[in-house]
Each structure stands twice: as structure tokens, then as C-alpha cells.
């Protein structure tokens, strides 16, 4: 079975600071890579996305993320955090070229800016 | 808005009692999903629809759940006999799979969520 694991629980960090956050996923085939945001109040909203071919993507709001197959990783990075970016992460992975579409979710990670 | 919408944002009952939920999709998409949310986790996924047949349940879904998704469009998803370990929040999300000519590069689009609070 898929597992997701995302190493920091939470992460305190003060504006302008750079952000990474990492995800480990165990699954030997081909998989498809997400991070989703929660801000507080609202509800999960996709981030970036990986389905193939670059593997470096970018999302909204000045995020990217990295897909490295040998260290089955897609951590997620932004180079200057703002106050706004305070949310909570989840990475997520289903299985490539299914259309079966089930996804497995990290436990997320807290992410706390101070102005 | 044209987004996923759950209803009601948030549900209190009594353990024992029997609670439903509903999840509109995005109008033309054709896969749905519920997923289950508690406190410092991720979402763990439940069940899922092609249009109205459920395809897959997972072995969270004890046999007090049941989901449906009539003709297509909106699910529910009903809890019987409510069990405080029945706390969560619960998630619909939903999606358009087109095929193998879309390669099965889909993503889900999530609701609100239902905060299921059992006393």
C-alpha cells in the first residue's frame, strides 16, 4: 500500500524566510504528486501538481517542488515566505496511469509565519 | 460558486443516532469522492463514484456507512448508529477523468468538509 510521510509537524518561520518542506512517499511505480494548502477557515486547495516530465514544478503563489524518483521525494519549496503563506500542507500521491484517482495523504505540516 | 459545496458545514448528534451528508459536485465532473479528516491528520480516504456506481469502498468504511450518488450528480453519505470515534471531518472532493485521450491526469477539487461532532 502507498504511504506519505511528511518529516515536520510543524515549522515556525519568520517573513522573508526560505521554506522547505519535505514529502516521502513509498511506492514503486509511477505516481502522481500534489500538495494541497489549508488556510485557516477555508478548505484544502491544490497547490502544484506532478504527472510527468519536468521535475521541477511550479504552483501558485511563488511555490515549487521538486520530484526526485530516487529518493521517492516531491519536497516543496518557496524562497521568501510571507504571512499569508501560514496554513497548514498536505502532500498526496495516486498511482500514475490509472484512472483510479484514490489519494494517499501525509499528515500534513503546520506552517506558522510571523509577521 | 461553482465550486464542490457540503452540507451541513457542521453536525452535532448524539451517539447512536443515524446522520447524513451531502456533497454537490462540480457541475460536468463525473468523479467523486469522501474522504475522512480527524484532528492532525491527513485525509483518509473512504469511497468513490464514476457517475453513480461506487467503485471502491475502502475497509474505514464499516458497514454503518453507506454512500450514494442516485443519478450521477450529488452523494451522501449516511452514518448509522454514530459512534463517538465517528468524529472527523468529512471531505467530498470531485473530478473529470476523460479517458485515456486525457491520460488520467486529473486532479480533485475538495468542498468545505462536514465537522462531525458525536457526544
Known amino acids: 500500500a502507498q504511504s506519505v510521510s511528511q518529516h515536520n509537524h510543524h515549522v515556525i518561520l519568520s517573513e522573508a524566510a526560505s521554506l522547505e518542506l519535505g514529502c516521502n512517499y513509498s511506492?514503486?511505480?509511477?505516481?502522481?504528486l500534489f500538495w494541497y494548502v489549508q488556510y485557516p477557515g477555508q478548505h484544502l486547495q491544490l497547490l502544484l501538481k506532478y504527472f510527468s516530465g519536468d521535475p521541477l514544478v511550479k504552483g501558485i503563489k511563488g511555490f515549487e517542488a521538486e520530484f526526485i524518483k530516487s529518493k521517492f521525494s516531491f519536497n516543496l519549496r518557496k524562497p521568501s515566505v510571507q504571512w499569508s503563506d501560514t496554513a497548514e500542507y498536505f502532500c498526496?500521491?495516486?498511482?500514475?496511469?490509472?484512472?483510479?484517482?484514490?489519494?494517499?495523504f501525509g499528515q500534513g505540516t503546520i506552517l506558522t509565519v510571523h509577521p | 460558486d461553482t465550486g464542490v459545496s457540503q452540507n451541513p458545514r457542521h453536525k452535532i448528534t448524539k451517539r447512536g443516532q443515524n446522520v447524513t451528508f451531502r456533497c454537490d459536485p462540480i457541475?460536468?465532473?463525473?468523479?467523486l469522492y469522501w474522504y475522512r479528516q480527524t484532528l492532525g491528520q491527513g485525509p483518509e480516504f473512504l469511497t468513490y463514484f464514476q457517475n453513480e456506481a461506487q467503485l471502491e469502498k475502502s475497509r474505514l468504511l464499516s458497514d454503518r456507512f453507506s454512500a450514494e450518488r442516485p443519478k450521477g450528480s450529488f452523494s451522501t453519505l449516511e452514518i448509522q448508529r454514530t459512534e463517538q470515534g465517528d468524529s472527523a471531518m468529512y471531505l467530498c472532493?470531485?473530478?473529470?477523468?476523460?479517458?485515456?485521450?486525457?491520460?488520467?491526469?486529473?486532479?480533485?477539487?475538495f468542498g468545505p468538509g462536514t465537522r462531525l461532532t458525536v457526544t
Open positions: 457541475s460536468e465532473h463525473n468523479r
Open positions: 511506492y514503486g511505480g509511477t505516481v502522481n
Open positions: 472532493a470531485s473530478s473529470l477523468v476523460s479517458g485515456l485521450a486525457g491520460g488520467f491526469r486529473f486532479e480533485q477539487y
Open positions: 498526496a500521491v495516486n498511482l500514475g496511469g490509472t484512472s483510479y484517482g484514490k489519494l494517499t
